[in-house]
């Protein structure tokens, strides 16, 4: 069974930065476009970025030109780099395949405040 563990949220200033990892268990990750969820409270689950196993990536319009996922396949980690974060950026991160997939792993909190 797939198990996802997210790490490297924490509280960061508005214009800053910071780099979430997903560390991915089983064999599937080779073959799934992997992606970052968000979830604010009281709103639903969205996702943000994903990337094929071939190197497409897809984001969604509030998160271009300052998030970048990235994967590496050895290690069998995907990543989200996220820079000029905003307030409105502050939720629970998760990672996940295709169609969520994999169970939920716990996520990982990005709080943006100053």
């Known amino acids: 069974q797939v198990q996802l563990v997210e790490s490297g949220g924490g509280l960061v200033q508005p214009g800053g930065s910071l780099r979430l990892s997903c560390a991915v268990s089983g064999s599937v990750f080779m073959l799934w476009t992997m992606g970052w969820y968000r979830q604010a409270p009281g709103k639903q689950r969205e996702l943000v970025a994903s990337?094929?196993?071939?190197?497409?990536?897809n984001y969604a319009d509030s998160v271009k030109g300052r998030f970048t996922i990235s994967r590496d396949n050895g290690r069998k980690t995907v990543y989200l780099q996220m820079n000029s974060l905003k307030p409105e950026d502050t939720a629970v991160y998760y990672c996940n395949g295709p169609n969520a997939a994999a169970p939920w792993g716990q996520g990982t909190q990005v709080t943006v405040s100053s």
């Open positions: 990337m094929s196993p071939g190197g497409y990536r």
